[in-house]
């Protein structure tokens, strides 16, 4: 059974910082894509960044330079991380983990955690 559990979301100001968390319990492929997926009210769910086992990554235009994506898979203990720098206002969005059973997710991922708030004002 997956489950994926994000943390770190909150108010910040314009220019400040975050970093979200996602654990992953129960995930046991060696092949996989993890990711970070966001939605803002009134818009569709859209990628963020992600990375596959490889340790290939891919981080969206709109939060290219700021944003970096990072794994950790520390005794079987996979951990997922965002870390958010220079936030603008148009970077508020529920932020939803994601992981797949291959070397690519997208919106249509298999896995979903709950989502964590981002809002930046």
């Known amino acids: 059974h997956v489950q994926l559990v994000e943390s770190g979301g909150g108010l910040v100001q314009p220019g400040g910082s975050l970093r979200l968390s996602c654990v992953a319990s129960?995930?046991?492929?060696?092949?996989?894509?993890m990711g970070w997926f966001r939605q803002a009210p009134g818009k569709e769910r859209e990628e963020v960044a992600t990375v596959d086992s490889a340790g290939s990554t891919s981080v969206a235009n709109a939060v290219k330079g700021r944003f970096a994506i990072a794994i950790s898979n520390d005794n079987a203990k996979m951990t997922l991380y965002l870390q958010m720098n220079s936030l603008k206002p148009e970077d508020t969005a529920m932020y939803y983990c994601a992981a797949d059973r291959s070397t690519y997710c997208d919106v249509l991922a298999r896995f979903w955690g709950q989502g964590t708030q981002v809002t930046v004002s």
């Open positions: 129960g995930f046991t492929f060696k092949v996989y894509c």
